[in-house]
């Protein structure tokens, strides 16, 4: 079942942080290349790629799977921006920008795991089981 990943808003919003990162990162110290910058290119990149490898998987299961490495990326993001912001590669109002971004895209890719888990999955989703265990195991939620 191929689905047509460019119509997805995460898609197109992955897409955008991603080159938006690279312009970024190309005014970053050299001396970064083979650290900070690679690893936020690498994470900026594996968000629209999941999301397209995602889509042509035959089932939902294997879909959500994709979009949660995706949204986990995303989440590897908004730590490597902090940290380049916290470093001073990144001014605060750039800085304010783009973590926006990263969480509008957070935020959106929440709903839509949310929403496909509900339309095609039985049983507790990813983040209900996640947010059971945390709470049993730990009392942090």
Do not use: W
Request: proline letters at 3%; a positive charge.
């Amino acid at each position: 079942m191929a689905r047509n990943y460019k119509k997805y808003v995460v898609y197109q919003i992955g897409y955008k942080l991603a080159i938006d990162l690279y312009k970024i990162t190309d005014k970053f110290p050299s001396h970064e290349q083979n650290n900070l910058i690679g690893q936020i290119r690498r994470a900026a990149t594996s968000i629209p790629v999941n999301i397209a490898e995602g889509s042509a998987k035959k089932s939902p299961k294997e879909f959500l799977y994709f979009l949660n490495v995706a949204y986990g990326s995303a989440k590897e993001l908004a730590v490597l921006i902090d940290l380049s912001k916290d470093i001073g590669y990144i001014k605060e109002d750039l800085y304010n920008i783009i973590s926006d971004q990263v969480d509008n895209f957070n935020s959106k890719i929440f709903l839509f795991i949310r929403h496909i888990e509900k339309e095609h999955c039985s049983g507790p989703s990813f983040f209900q089981k996640y947010k059971e265990k945390i709470t049993k195991d730990s009392g942090l939620i």
